[in-house]
C-alpha cells in the first residue's frame, strides 16, 4: 500500500517552507524576515502558511523582542519534522513506481 502524502505539506509553498526548515538542521529557528527573503515571499503569503502549518502543530512560531525591535521566529516542531519526511517519503516511493 502507498504512503499517503499529507495535503497540508503538499502545497508548494508550505511544501518549501517544511523542506528549508527540514534542511536547516533539528534545533534551527529563523527569523520571519529571513524566511521571507530565502522564499521570495509577501509577509502576506508567508504569515497565511505558517498559519496553516502553526494550527497543524508543524511549526512553532514564537514572537519578541531582539532589543528594541519586534522579531518573530519560526522552527520547525518535532511533529513537523515527522511529517515532513513521512511526506518526503511517499513523495520518493511515487516517483519511484513512474519510473
Not at 521571507?36 to 514572537?63: F, I, M, P, R, W
Not at 525591535?69 to 513521512?86: F, M
Request: charged share 25%.
Amino acid at each position: 500500500m502507498p504512503l499517503a502524502l499529507d495535503p497540508l505539506i503538499h502545497q508548494e509553498t508550505r511544501l518549501r517552507i517544511m523542506a528549508l526548515l527540514h534542511a536547516l538542521g533539528e534545533d534551527a529557528q529563523v527569523e520571519f524576515s529571513w524566511l521571507k527573503n530565502a522564499l521570495h515571499l509577501t509577509e502576506g503569503n508567508l504569515s497565511s502558511h505558517l498559519a496553516k502549518l502553526e494550527e497543524t502543530g508543524y511549526v512553532q512560531v514564537d514572537k519578541g523582542y531582539q532589543g528594541r525591535r519586534p522579531r518573530t521566529w519560526i522552527r520547525l516542531t518535532p511533529k513537523g519534522r515527522a511529517a515532513y519526511e513521512a511526506h518526503r517519503k511517499a513523495l520518493l516511493e511515487l516517483l519511484r513506481s513512474e519510473g
